[in-house]
């Protein structure tokens, strides 16, 4: 009885939590010198920050919001579907180990790109799937990727991935942050975020980190 109770109070306190209406600030997308930056929305950003950062050659994944127009936007005003953001991660990385496209391929294979404003059992517009670029030539390369997986029909119904020039990143509330490493018994972590992370191991032909 006392385990159980225990892992209710857990429960509830996450729930409060991702309920609070903290403000958030604006996360410089500026990458160190010798370094890139480039900005994924695919789904609870609980998991994707969690791919990203296994990963060879990414430094770090921050876990925020992208794509919508208010600012410093709270995890339940997102959660709300009103603000345009979706769930994203900034992943910072060294292009000299891995490149765009190398985290094009990542971002598209930990993921089901056709499930329009929805990730697993996770809906609303805030899930959407969104590939941001910086430049023409990101943009080429998401847009080739699209093509590729079109034409080899890797799945079965069509991509509804958005396509986005970089927009404001604002960081997620703290307790987000590599939350699938902090909270590997959490409900959700076990029963969605871990199960999504491990068939995207199974798949990904890149390489990875050790003990990823």
């Given at each position: 009885?006392?385990?159980?109770?225990?892992?209710?109070?857990?429960?509830?306190?996450?729930?409060?939590?991702?309920?609070?209406?903290?403000?958030t600030?604006?996360?410089?997308?500026?990458?160190?010198?010798?370094k890139?930056?480039?900005?994924?929305?695919?789904?609870?950003?609980?998991?994707?920050?969690?791919?990203?950062?296994?990963?060879?050659?990414?430094?770090?994944?921050?876990?925020?919001?992208?794509?919508?127009?208010?600012?410093?936007?709270?995890?339940?005003?997102?959660?709300?579907?009103?603000?345009?953001?979706?769930?994203?991660?900034?992943?910072?990385?060294?292009?000299?180990?891995?490149?765009?496209?190398?985290?094009?391929?990542?971002?598209?294979?930990?993921?089901?790109?056709t499930?329009?404003?929805?990730?697993?059992?996770?809906?609303?517009?805030?899930?959407?799937?969104?590939?941001?670029?910086?430049?023409?030539?990101?943009?080429?390369?998401?847009?080739?990727?699209?093509?590729?997986?079109?034409?080899?029909?890797?799945?079965?119904?069509?991509?509804?991935?958005?396509?986005?020039?970089?927009?404001?990143?604002y960081?997620?509330?703290?307790?987000?942050?590599?939350?699938?490493?902090?909270?590997?018994?959490?409900?959700?972590?076990?029963?969605?975020?871990?199960?999504r992370?491990?068939?995207?191991?199974?798949?990904?032909?890149?390489?990875?980190?050790?003990?990823?």
């Amino acid at each position: 009885m006392k385990i159980k109770l225990a892992s209710l109070v857990v429960v509830l306190f996450t729930i409060l939590s991702c309920n609070s209406n903290a403000q958030t600030k604006k996360l410089s997308l500026e990458p160190k010198k010798g370094k890139a930056v480039a900005v994924f929305a695919s789904g609870c950003f609980w998991c994707s920050e969690h791919v990203f950062e296994a990963v060879v050659g990414v430094e770090e994944a921050v876990s925020g919001y992208s794509g919508g127009n208010v600012k410093n936007p709270s995890y339940e005003l997102v959660g709300s579907n009103r603000t345009g953001h979706a769930e994203a991660v900034a992943v910072f990385y060294d292009p000299k180990v891995v490149s765009f496209k190398e985290l094009v391929d990542v971002f598209f294979a930990s993921q089901d790109p056709t499930t329009p404003n929805q990730q697993g059992p996770d809906k609303g517009s805030s899930y959407r799937s969104i590939a941001f670029y910086k430049n023409a030539v990101e943009k080429k390369i998401i847009e080739d990727k699209i093509k590729e997986l079109t034409a080899n029909k890797v799945f079965a119904n069509p991509i509804v991935t958005e396509v986005k020039a970089v927009s404001d990143f604002y960081e997620a509330e703290a307790y987000h942050q590599d939350y699938v490493k902090n909270n590997p018994n959490q409900p959700y972590v076990k029963g969605v975020s871990i199960p999504r992370y491990n068939k995207f191991k199974k798949t990904y032909k890149g390489k990875l980190k050790p003990k990823s």
